[in-house]
């Protein structure tokens, strides 16, 4: 199995099963913004329904990535003498989840959606209530939710009648409350019906499943605390990427375009200074401040058009180009060409400027001086961030990537005297310089990780350029210099590059040999039935059938819109011990995709299930193993000891 990968999911699971018995917080809630102009007979406005989704989820987009998600819509109670014009979705983000390498659409956060209002020429009312609500899935990074709705309310004013006020956000009163299906909900009633205007065409019923599925529309929504406090970054390793960008701009500093500068812009300092000590440090801060500006400035772009960029990742074209730049790139880091800034912006930059102004002014600038050698790394994160698309991770590694630029600085303008300290500038640059090609070569092929034929040929592809990036940086590459460290850090150079090589291909070679065992055995339909779990379609008929010979059982209720069921199949229910252990169950899955039927309902209520997929183990008495319940993905060895233990508590181990 993936380590990595699984270790992250059961420390994500494990918080999010925490919280599964907590006091029910909505995932969604919907504020409405009245147009500032008001309304009147025979004009048309436009309101903002203010979404805002609960930490640590996010919601499918109007327009899925994939044919099963429930998309994101819109619907408003008709009201006599008023037409709403249809909803103007905001662009949404791509996301991957932890266990999936297929990009979604999704909105997260805080998100606006506008529609136009048009009041009849002929509406003599002093108002009336716009009221409606919004239909959603959501999914954190483990389990997906049912379809449920939030409703919103207006009291809006025409023409000087009373002033439009937001009211809280609601259901609309013809619609029963039903619980919320989120991590945190403790009611066990089971969903109502999902206004069919708000869903695409069901599928066909899955021929695994006798069990009519149900979606879940949510009842008010209630007030929380967490409500509109989006969390601030998502995903793993973060505090890892800021040390590396970090360290990326410190070492930046060594490149030929950057260390040359570092003493004259100190000596700068000091002549602005007029020798008052506190007046260097000063100088020094407004410099670093001025190139944090401009790099957060930058991050702030790239993650404002991360949603634009994220989807344009899911095209191969779209990749290759993003690869071809990076090479590029990585060329003009080995020399192959010089990355050139315009005239005039290098004259912009580099002319000098009086007072504490003129050196913030430099700070802004600087970057465009150095644009030859640190451009190509800084397009790298900008591309990054673009993929990310978050505006607070966006400015907060630009502005980490800014601080490693000006720590020199920093400490040089308060040890202004250690400046004859500083190794003399030489060809080590210009080999410094090159460890930066290799690394945009390896981002370029992190860009065409989908388009490899299986994992194995991309980490064989990453080992190969970290074992010709180590071999030609510690012994071939022909820079040399008189001092007598460098040969020394050059080999230890050397040697981290084959270590990272011997990594990538040590874990291509276990991913690729997990990943085919999984595929062969859940890909045995033309195999023999034993190399497969014999899965029964759930009724209760069923059950009670099963239970009567004194076997346990187990029950997967998914849907085909659950990410991680799917994911469950490929990864968890196909490895061959999982097969093997499954001969001691009655095993079961009970499709809840769609649908209205009593026999849902009927198991909603019965097994307390709040989300999907949700993983039961049965005594052979029919009671649950309560303690084995499992909520979202689970990896193969942590489920196989759950079917363990359920053996044990069963009397058959």
């Known amino acids: 199995m993936k380590r990595t990968r699984i270790a992250l999911l059961v420390l994500v699971f494990a918080g999010f099963a925490s919280v599964f018995g907590q006091a029910r917080e909505d995932v969604v809630t919907v504020r409405v913004i009245p147009p500032d102009e008001g309304f009147a007979p025979g004009k048309t406005a436009s309101v903002i329904l203010e979404l805002t989704v609960r930490p640590p989820f996010h919601i499918n987009s109007h327009q899925p990535a994939e044919e099963d998600l429930i998309p ?73 939710l049912p379809p449920a709705d939030a409703g919103f309310s207006l009291a809006a004013a025409v023409a000087g009648g009373m002033k439009p006020q937001t009211a809280p956000s609601q259901a609309p009163a013809e619609t029963p409350a039903q619980p919320t299906v989120s991590a945190a909900v403790a009611s066990t009633e089971p969903p109502a019906e999902k206004p069919k205007a708000a869903e695409p065409a069901p599928k066909e019923p899955s021929p695994a499943s006798s069990v009519a599925p149900s979606s879940a529309p949510s009842s008010p929504p209630a007030s929380s605390p967490d409500a509109g406090k989006p969390a601030p970054f998502e995903g793993k390793g973060l505090p890892v990427i800021f040390v590396l960008v970090f360290l990326g701009g410190l070492a930046l500093n060594l490149t030929p375009c950057v260390y040359p500068i570092i003493p004259i812009t100190i000596s700068y300092f000091g002549g602005q200074a007029e020798g008052k000590k506190g007046a260097v440090v000063l100088h020094a801060v407004m410099y670093v401040l001025g190139m944090a500006v401009t790099y957060s400035i930058l991050g702030v772009i790239a993650a404002f058009t991360g949603g634009l960029f994220g989807a344009a990742l899911s095209y191969p074209p779209v990749l290759i180009a993003i690869a071809l730049i990076m090479a590029a790139l990585a060329l003009s880091m080995f020399d192959v060409y010089e990355f050139r800034m315009p005239a005039f912006l290098n004259k912009l930059a580099g002319g000098s400027q009086k007072g504490y102004l003129g050196t913030l002014l430099m700070g802004l600038t600087v970057g465009i001086v150095a644009a030859p050698c640190i451009g190509p790394f800084v397009l790298g994160l900008l591309t990054y961030v673009g993929n990310r698309g978050n505006v607070l991770l966006g ?24 400046l004859n300290k500083l190794p003399r500038s030489g060809a080590w640059m210009v080999w410094v310089r090159k460890i930066f090609g290799f690394i945009l070569l390896a981002m370029a092929a992190y860009f065409l990780k989908t388009l490899f034929p299986n994992v194995l040929y991309y980490q064989l592809t990453l080992a190969l350029i970290m074992l010709l990036g180590g071999i030609y940086m510690g012994w071939i590459e022909p820079t040399k210099t008189a001092g007598k460290a460098f040969p020394a850090v050059r080999v230890l150079i050397g040697i981290l590059f084959l270590v990272l090589a011997l990594l990538f291909s040590v874990q291509g070679v276990e991913q690729y040999v997990d990943e085919t065992i999984a595929a062969r055995v859940s890909g045995s339909a033309a195999g023999p039935a034993a190399d497969v779990i014999a899965w029964r379609p759930y009724s209760d008929e069923a059950l009670a059938e099963a239970l009567a010979s004194g076997r346990p059982a187990f029950i997967d209720s998914y849907a085909d819109w659950c990410i991680p069921c799917k994911e469950l199949d490929k990864m968890t229910f196909s490895r061959p011990e999982i097969i093997a252990a499954s001969r001691s169950f009655a095993m079961f899955k009970a499709d809840l995709t769609v649908g209205t039927s009593d026999k849902v309902r009927a198991f909603y209520k019965r097994f307390a299930v709040r989300g999907v997929p949700t993983l039961l183990f049965l005594r052979p008495d029919g009671t649950e193993i309560a303690e084995l319940r499992g909520t979202g993905f689970e990896p193969a060895d942590a489920f196989l000891s759950k079917m363990n233990a359920a053996l044990k508590q069963s009397g058959l181990k």
Do not use: M
Request: with cysteine; charged share 15%; glycine share 12%.
């Open 72 to 144: 994101t819509t819109v619907n408003f109670k008709p009201h006599p003498g008023v037409t709403y014009g249809g909803p103007k979705f905001p662009r949404p983000l791509t996301r991957r989840l932890s266990f999936s390498d297929t990009p979604l659409s999704v909105f997260e956060g805080v998100v606006k959606i506008a529609a136009d209002v048009t009041v009849a020429a002929d509406f003599s009312d002093p108002g009336w209530v716009i009221e409606g609500t919004v239909g959603y899935q959501a999914c954190d990074d483990t389990a997906c």
């Open 395 to 418: 400015f907060s590694l630009f502005f980490v990537l800014a601080l490693g630029l000006g720590v020199p600085f920093l400490i040089l303008g308060i040890f202004s005297g250690s």
